[in-house]
């Protein structure tokens, strides 16, 4: 029943899931007031309102839970052979069987975006309109990734499958014969094969070679048991590897028989990264504990031996004084401790720092009169302000301390960084690595975390801390991986 004059447009929406028809319902109003919707959840419902003659143009699902979608269609035209049918499903056009595509009006593919509603709006008033078929598929391709639905899932199988495309994980679906039947749209993303190529692949052909055995055998626990987690490589077309963390479980009918196993493989390179770092840290950890254990120890004995002195004698003078450098020393070490803590996380929010100013401001404290400093940088540089002239003062203080009070210090860049220099004696070859560790000093006064410190601070950049010959014969301490702003 089509007339191109009604005032109303009386639309019949056939689909067994009242909550997609009455989205469809509120927008397709809003696009035209026009646009009067009726709805039906089977297909002999449907077929009462068509012969009641009250029907403009017809909206069907693909799946109706009473009849074939193509026996449907074939009785709506012999009922009213001029009433317009519109086929809006969740179902690839490149699925629709070719005695269906000659007899409906239109068809459009649901997605997860309201803005379907407004084309389907124009096709069923194009469709009344014209009262001859529209062919459009809604300016969506065809696919060759299977539907939820063609899994007899239901008249949510549509809904279900746009929900899952939104999921970052990679979801799949595998038959009784162990092949790919069904996967989300981050299956592609992830491996890069296209959806032609993953359409029945073997599901191990996905991983690399050395961990395909194991994801069979979880593919068979899955079957067995019910489920099963396993941690594989998937080998991307292009061969690069992306480590997921592998979860099957048994999927059953109605009379609970195994039909496949549903899948999700998830990335877990940051996991596994933060693994790494975390090792990492803790490997650090027991090195600083190592060092401090050591180094708070000789203070304490010194401590401890001068006090039982100090009840020996008269005049404990001294043995006052030797404490009083112990508990200095201690102190020192506590405070550096603390900087080391805070200072060593990796930094988060940098802004853009002038090297030469910066390291100006800090020749200021820590230079002496005798000294000197060439800055021969005009680097600008990303970095958090405060850890950097930590890092600056230690380097320029070690500078001074180490080379003599006389010293020419030169600031000055290299390739993808900057390097400080002095002119002094220098650091030998077998005490530059030592040096950098936890504890590793050569003043017996000091807590031996300075140029540990700077290491960890110029790691939280993701800068690289090296020690090597000036120019001079001192020492020079290069920062690179640093780049431009």
């Not at 203080?397 to 960084?417: E, Y």
Request: aromatic share 4%.
């Amino acid at each position: 029943m089509s007339d191109a004059d009604v005032d109303r447009v009386r639309v019949l929406h056939v689909d067994d899931d009242p909550e997609i028809v009455d989205l469809a319902a509120t927008f397709l109003r809003r696009e035209d007031d026009r646009l009067e919707v009726t709805s039906a959840e089977t297909a002999a419902e449907a077929l009462d309102s068509v012969r009641a003659g009250d029907v403009h143009c017809l909206v069907s699902d693909y799946h109706l839970p009473d009849m074939d979608c193509a026996e449907f269609v074939t009785v709506v035209n012999d009922i009213d052979p001029d009433l317009p049918c519109i086929l809006f499903t969740g179902r690839d056009r490149a699925r629709i069987d070719a005695d269906i595509e000659s007899a409906i009006s239109g068809y459009l593919q649901k997605g997860s975006g309201t803005d379907r509603y407004a084309t389907l709006a124009s096709e069923i008033l194009a469709a009344v309109g014209q009262g001859s078929r529209v062919d459009t598929d809604g300016g969506s391709e065809p696919s060759a990734r299977p539907e939820l639905a063609d899994l007899d899932l239901g008249g949510q199988g549509a809904v279900l499958a746009n929900a899952l495309d939104t999921v970052q994980d990679g979801f799949f679906v595998l038959d009784r014969d162990r092949t790919v039947v069904y996967w989300n749209e981050s299956i592609p993303g992830v491996t890069g094969y296209e959806d032609t190529e993953i359409d029945g692949m073997d599901p191990t052909s996905f991983f690399a070679p050395g961990d395909r055995e194991r994801i069979t055998d979880a593919i068979d626990e899955a079957f067995e048991t019910g489920r099963a987690t396993v941690e594989a490589a998937v080998q991307r077309r292009d061969g690069g590897e992306v480590p997921v963390e592998f979860r099957s479980a048994r999927l059953t009918d109605d009379a609970g028989e195994t039909v496949g196993i549903a899948g999700v493989a998830r990335d877990i390179s940051d996991r596994i990264a933060y693994e790494r770092e975390l090792e990492r840290q803790n490997e650090r950890l027991e090195e600083l504990i190592g060092a401090v254990s050591h180094d708070l120890r000789n203070p304490l004995n010194v401590i401890s031996g001068r006090l039982q002195l100090a009840r020996e004698m008269d005049d404990a003078e001294e043995h006052f004084d030797a404490v009083k450098r112990s508990t200095d020393r201690m102190e020192t070490l506590i405070d550096d401790l603390v900087t080391l803590a805070r200072k060593g996380k990796p930094v988060e929010e940098t802004e853009s720092l002038a090297l030469a100013s910066l390291v100006e401001t800090v020749w200021g404290d820590c230079g002496t009169d005798a000294a000197s400093i060439h800055v021969e940088t005009d680097r600008r540089l990303l970095a958090d302000r405060d850890r950097l002239r930590r890092l600056l003062e230690q380097v320029l203080d070690n500078a001074v301390t180490h080379a003599g009070p006389d010293v020419t210090v030169t600031v000055g860049d290299v390739a993808d960084g900057f390097y400080v220099a002095d002119d002094g004696p220098g650091i030998p070859d077998d005490d530059r690595d030592r040096l950098l560790e936890y504890g590793e000093t050569t003043d017996h006064e000091a807590s031996g975390l300075g140029l540990a410190l700077t290491r960890r601070i110029a790691e939280a950049h993701g800068w690289s801390l090296r020690i090597v010959d000036s120019t001079d014969g001192g020492t020079r301490v290069e920062i690179t991986g640093v780049g431009g702003e």
